[in-house]
């Protein structure tokens, strides 16, 4: 008898593993909707980084899944989920990049603001307000000075009053 028509029968049926063995717990927590995930939380599962950076990648994953796994990359400051993170920023889908200039203040503080600040030249009204927020979140001198000289400049009303908002909250600290 052959054996590769056996292992390849047999590696077919083992594909879904390829999701991560806590694929379902991890989007379990991400289902959450008055009750978000919690950086606690999602460090109480093993391979929590691995899964979430697959699901943030993963095109057949539900935009909301993504979403959120792209906001909770921000809990785990580590060189792939920063590349992962900018590039959602930098992507075409607009509801990833706002969750990654989120993710990006709350995880790199003062590191992230260059990305953020690119992010607040986005043609992108939403994407600018949440840069704005994210950097009034990092709180710094740093950000500080990229929110003044955005305002500076900023035509949109609602922008305007997002960067007002957060330059009010870095004086506050």
């Known amino acids: 008898m052959n054996r590769f028509p056996v292992a390849l029968i047999l590696g077919a049926l083992s ?97 992230a603001v260059p990305t953020l600040r690119s992010a607040l030249a986005s043609t992108d009204t939403q994407l600018r307000i949440a840069a704005a927020a994210s950097l009034g979140n990092v709180g710094s001198a740093q950000a500080r000075v990229a929110l003044d000289q955005r305002l500076a400049i900023e035509s949109v009303p609602a922008v305007r009053e997002s960067i007002q908002a957060s330059i009010t909250r870095t004086g506050d600290r």
């Open 15 to 111: 594909l879904p593993a390829l999701a991560g063995p806590q694929r379902a717990v991890v989007e379990a927590q991400l289902d959450g909707i008055e009750q978000p995930p919690t950086a606690k939380s999602l460090k109480a599962i093993p391979g929590v980084v691995d899964e979430l950076l697959e699901i943030a990648q993963d095109s057949d994953a539900s935009r909301t899944h993504r979403a959120k796994a792209v906001h909770a990359l921000g809990h785990f400051p580590q060189a792939e989920t920063r590349a992962v993170l900018e590039s959602a920023l930098l992507g075409d889908d607009a509801k990833l990049a706002r969750g990654a200039a989120y993710a990006l203040g709350n995880g790199w503080g003062d590191a």
